[in-house]
């Protein structure tokens, strides 16, 4: 019989974790940049802060996994290569709702433990949030199925917070060359995008990154500029895609990554597939987040620290059927679609949601 891979406590495993992230946990620098960073946001850096000794209340054993019920099994990553469309992917438009230094995926039951975070979606999110708190809970989204958490660090100047205005976009793609198998994601599933304690480096060369920060003409920034256009049409722009393929096994694991992989290139073609461990195709998440700040940028940073620090946590507690529903007429469906499921370049394909942004 194979052993379970659950051995670690929470508490002990965070110990471990705590203990290599102080390895690496200063604040870095990049060389030649002298900007001045608060001392408020270097005693915030990463999620070094604290272990955490607290599970999930998703996690009644505290042992870091959550096991999906049911488990999905038997799934081979598709090769398939469908008829082609350019576009594959829906957007759920969120406004922000609040801030607090709270992360209910990392810091479970422990309010004020992390850095500060800028939250979007379910309104409620806090550091005691669960499947069953979420679910069904009010929302930013323009899909009120949407309940999901959707949470970034908060950007400062100085001492100053600087939150995105209105709707935020976050694209839900088909991250797999074989749009057509691209699945909802389970309720209840969570992960973490990108690593606060990451080099500049290894910000560029994430899988997840895209553009980078932007501003006016400048992009492909691994740092936030240090100064942008002063101009009304300018702010401060950032892209990042998340994993999106699954293990089937569990909705969340120790380090809030494993059960998730990004997709690889199948074997002599440039077709993007699942690996076998990971085989479940899910949408690919995207955050395009816009942050209503110019001019001089030296002083402009995130709550986990310099910009190479971004990133992003996901917490699912769509509707199921509301889901499947964006995902079959949007991914599968090979279309592009806004908030409503609705791609104006096909006006025949129609719309999944009604005018409501509810399922007719």
């Given at each position: 019989?194979?052993?379970?891979?659950?051995?670690?406590?929470?508490?002990?495993?965070?110990?471990?974790?705590?203990?290599?992230?102080?390895?690496?946990?200063?604040?870095?620098?990049?060389?030649?940049?002298?900007?001045?960073?608060?001392?408020?946001?270097?005693?915030?850096?990463?999620?070094?802060?604290?272990?955490?000794?607290?599970?999930?209340?998703d996690?009644?054993?505290?042992?870091?996994?959550?096991?999906?019920?049911?488990?999905?099994?038997?799934?081979?990553?598709?090769?398939?290569?469908?008829?082609?469309?350019?576009?594959?992917?829906?957007?759920?438009?969120?406004?922000?709702?609040?801030?607090?230094?709270?992360?209910?995926?990392?810091?479970?039951?422990?309010?004020?433990?992390?850095?500060?975070?800028?939250?979007?979606?379910?309104?409620?999110?806090?550091a005691?949030?669960?499947?069953?708190?979420?679910?069904?809970?009010?929302?930013?989204?323009?899909?009120?199925?949407?309940?999901?958490?959707?949470?970034?660090?908060?950007?400062?100047?100085?001492?100053?917070?600087?939150?995105?205005?209105?709707?935020?976009?976050?694209?839900?793609?088909?991250?797999?060359?074989?749009?057509?198998?691209?699945?909802?994601?389970?309720?209840?599933?969570?992960?973490?995008?990108?690593d606060?304690?990451?080099?500049?480096?290894?910000?560029?060369?994430?899988?997840?990154?895209?553009?980078?920060?932007?501003?006016?003409?400048?992009?492909?920034?691994?740092?936030?500029?240090?100064?942008?256009?002063?101009?009304?049409?300018?702010?401060?722009?950032?892209?990042?895609?998340?994993?999106?393929?699954?293990?089937?096994?569990?909705?969340?694991?120790?380090?809030?990554?494993?059960?998730?992989?990004?997709?690889?290139?199948?074997?002599?073609?440039?077709?993007?597939m699942?690996?076998?461990?990971?085989?479940?195709?899910?949408?690919?998440?995207?955050?395009?987040?816009?942050?209503?700040v110019?001019?001089?940028?030296s002083?402009?940073?995130?709550?986990?620290?310099?910009g190479?620090?971004?990133?992003?946590?996901?917490?699912?507690?769509?509707?199921?059927?509301?889901?499947?529903?964006?995902?079959?007429?949007?991914?599968?469906?090979?279309?592009?679609?806004?908030?409503?499921?609705?791609?104006?370049?096909?006006?025949?394909?129609?719309?999944?949601?009604?005018?409501?942004?509810?399922?007719?």
């Amino acid at each position: 019989m194979r052993p379970s891979p659950k051995r670690l406590p929470a508490l002990l495993l965070g110990s471990a974790l705590l203990a290599g992230a102080l390895g690496v946990g200063t604040l870095a620098s990049a060389a030649g940049d002298s900007r001045d960073i608060p001392a408020a946001a270097v005693a915030h850096t990463g999620h070094a802060m604290a272990v955490s000794a607290q599970a999930s209340g998703d996690d009644p054993d505290g042992d870091g996994y959550i096991p999906a019920v049911p488990q999905v099994t038997g799934v081979t990553p598709s090769t398939n290569t469908p008829p082609p469309r350019y576009f594959h992917e829906f957007q759920a438009n969120c406004s922000v709702t609040h801030t607090a230094a709270d992360d209910p995926i990392v810091y479970p039951g422990q309010p004020g433990k992390s850095h500060d975070h800028t939250f979007m979606g379910n309104t409620s999110t806090n550091a005691g949030s669960t499947t069953a708190s979420l679910y069904g809970g009010a929302t930013t989204c323009k899909a009120p199925a949407d309940a999901s958490g959707y949470w970034m660090p908060s950007l400062y100047k100085g001492d100053q917070k600087i939150l995105p205005v209105g709707p935020q976009t976050i694209y839900y793609k088909a991250g797999v060359t074989d749009y057509t198998s691209v699945r909802p994601f389970p309720k209840g599933l969570r992960f973490v995008v990108g690593d606060p304690m990451q080099s500049a480096d290894q910000f560029r060369h994430h899988r997840g990154f895209v553009e980078g920060w932007e501003c006016g003409d400048s992009y492909f920034n691994t740092d936030i500029p240090t100064s942008c256009p002063d101009r009304a049409d300018v702010q401060l722009n950032i892209r990042f895609q998340a994993p999106s393929c699954w293990d089937g096994k569990y909705l969340d694991t120790p380090d809030h990554k494993s059960h998730m992989a990004y997709p690889v290139v199948k074997p002599g073609t440039n077709d993007n597939m699942c690996p076998a461990d990971h085989p479940v195709a899910l949408p690919m998440i995207e955050f395009k987040m816009a942050f209503p700040v110019n001019g001089d940028m030296s002083q402009v940073h995130l709550a986990s620290g310099r910009g190479y620090s971004f990133h992003y946590d996901f917490f699912n507690a769509w509707e199921e059927r509301t889901l499947k529903a964006m995902v079959d007429h949007c991914i599968v469906g090979g279309l592009q679609c806004d908030a409503r499921g609705y791609d104006q370049t096909h006006p025949e394909a129609g719309a999944a949601l009604n005018t409501d942004y509810r399922l007719p």
